[in-house]
C-alpha cells in the first residue's frame, strides 16, 4: 500500500478517510481506522466480492485500513436534494439491482435478524406519547414477524441510500457497506428515510408509495413486505440513536407515516 500526498478529507467516528497519490499518480481514498477494521472487515470483503461492478473498488487492506477507488461528484443524495428525487430513486434502484446481480458469499457476515433485537429491546420513557409508544410496539410485532417469516436471504450491502451513492464517470457507484445478511427487501429500506435534510420528502406518503413500487418492481420483492421493512428499519435506526431507551427523536413523526402508509397500502 505504497501511497503519497495525503490530504485528509473526512473524519468519522471510527475511521479519517485520506485522498492519497498511488505510485502512478493516480488518486484513491485510504480510510484508516482508529481501532482496526473489527466490523468494518465484513465490508471490505463485501466490496471486494463486488470487485467494482455497482460499487466502489477495493485496492488493497491493511490490518488498519483499506485503500479504495478515488470516487468523484455528487451523490444521488445530492440529485434529490436538487430537486430530482424521481431521478435519484431509480438510479438507486437501479445500483441496487446491479449489486444483486452478483455472487457475492457469506463468508460468517453478521445478520439482519440480531440487528432486530434492538427493536424488541426498546422501551419507552414515561414521558413518550402514547401515539408513539403504540407505534413502537406495533413495529416490535412487525419484527417479529418479520424474523420468524425469513425470506430470500442474501449478502446485502446493508446501508444503501441516495447519500452512500455517487454519480461518477463510469456511472452511479455505491460505497460505505455494512456487509450484512438478510432479506432481499431490507436492502432499500433505509433509503426511505433519505436524502438527508429532506424531511418532507421522505414522509410525503405518495413518494413512500411511489418510490416502494419502483423498489419492489426493481429488486423483485413483494411490495406489502417492504412497507414493512420500512417501519421497521426506522425503528432499528432510533433504537440503535437512543441507546435502548426511547424519549424523544426526530424520527418517531415519519416512523408514524410510515406506517399509516403500510395500513392503507395494504387495505387498499
Keep these: 500500500m505504497q501511497v503519497n500526498a495525503p490530504e485528509r478529507v473526512a473524519q468519522t467516528s471510527i475511521a479519517q478517510v485520506w485522498k492519497v497519490r498511488q505510485y502512478d499518480g493516480t488518486p484513491a ?10 466490523n468494518e472487515a465484513c465490508a471490505a470483503d463485501y466490496l471486494s466480492q463486488i470487485n467494482g461492478q455497482g460499487a466502489v473498488s477495493v485496492l488493497s487492506v491493511r490490518d488498519n485500513a483499506v485503500l479504495l477507488e478515488w470516487l468523484e461528484g455528487p451523490t444521488l443524495g445530492d440529485l434529490s436534494r436538487a430537486g430530482e428525487d424521481e431521478r435519484a430513486c431509480a438510479e438507486l434502484v437501479d445500483v441496487a439491482t446491479r449489486l444483486h446481480g452478483q455472487t457475492v458469499r457469506d463468508r460468517g457476515y453478521p445478520r439482519i435478524q440480531d440487528w432486530l433485537q434492538a427493536v424488541l429491546d426498546l422501551r419507552c420513557s414515561a414521558d413518550v406519547s402514547s401515539e408513539v409508544q403504540r407505534d413502537v410496539v406495533r413495529c416490535q410485532a412487525l419484527a417479529r414477524d418479520l424474523v420468524n417469516t425469513p425470506q430470500d436471504q442474501r449478502v446485502l450491502h446493508g446501508d444503501l441510500h441516495h447519500d452512500n451513492v455517487m454519480q461518477t464517470a463510469r456511472g452511479p457507484v455505491a460505497f460505505d457497506p455494512k456487509g450484512v445478511v438478510g432479506e432481499a427487501a431490507y436492502e432499500l429500506a433505509n433509503a426511505f428515510r433519505h436524502p438527508r435534510g429532506k424531511f418532507d420528502v421522505a414522509s410525503d406518503p405518495r413518494r413512500i408509495e411511489r418510490f416502494a413500487t419502483q423498489v419492489a418492481e426493481g429488486l423483485s420483492v413483494d411490495r406489502h413486505r417492504l412497507l414493512t421493512w420500512i417501519p421497521v428499519k426506522i425503528a ?13 427523536d426526530p424520527e418517531t413523526e415519519l416512523l408514524a407515516v410510515a406506517l399509516e402508509t403500510r395500513d392503507r397500502s395494504l387495505n387498499g
Design 29 to 38: 481514498a485510504l480510510k484508516i481506522y482508529e481501532n482496526g477494521l473489527r
Design 236 to 248: 432499528l435506526s432510533i433504537s440503535w440513536r437512543c441507546g435502548g431507551v426511547l424519549k424523544a
